[in-house]
């Protein structure tokens, strides 16, 4: 019996030594591989949630995006069609000669045309004129009605019509007549950034 327990006292360090390399061995992978590996993925998840929610933010602009390069084509084609229809500073004569002819077909007479100083802005440039008329209310009416009919580039403001009982049933009226130019023509500084 005494070499049994001598045999089993020998074996007991043994597997308490294998018991102890296996443990240490299990506790080395934990904490030099297994922990860092967790810790690397999950900074990889991290990175992954992340551009998700770019993506995700991105793809919500994707509408507004298109909605505002559709406004701006739609703003472009605009103020080309402007630029095609406005006239240029050496035009405002033909653009004042049409104003008088409106002026004789609906029987109105012209007075006083007092130009203004023209107001140069980045784009345009805005020529007043004070208009000066005379004729019956039927055709200052009819004449207004056509004048405002020109192209977008001519306004119409400050009308006053005024009637005397010597002149009746003629009225004097009195208009400021605004018609806007491509300034860009004119400036090669200003307008590069707007066409």
Known sequence: MNARSNEHSRRAPRSWLITALLASLAIA??????????????????????????????????????????????????????????????????????????????????????????LELEALAQHEFVVHLRGRFPEMFEFVRHAEQLPGSVWISNLRLTSEPQTAPAVRGELTLTIFTDYADSSDSAGAAFR
């Open 29 to 118: 992978y934990v904490a030099f591989v297994f922990v860092p590996e967790q810790q690397r993925i999950s900074a990889l998840q991290g990175e992954l949630h992340e551009r998700r929610q770019h993506i995700l933010q991105a793809h919500s602009l994707t509408i507004p995006v298109e909605r505002a390069t559709e406004q701006l084509a739609k703003t472009h084609a605009i103020s080309e069609a402007w630029r095609g229809e406005s006239p240029d500073s050496d035009e405002i004569s033909h653009a004042l000669a049409k104003i008088s002819s409106l002026a004789d077909a609906a029987g109105v007479a012209i007075e006083r045309l007092d130009p203004q100083k023209p």
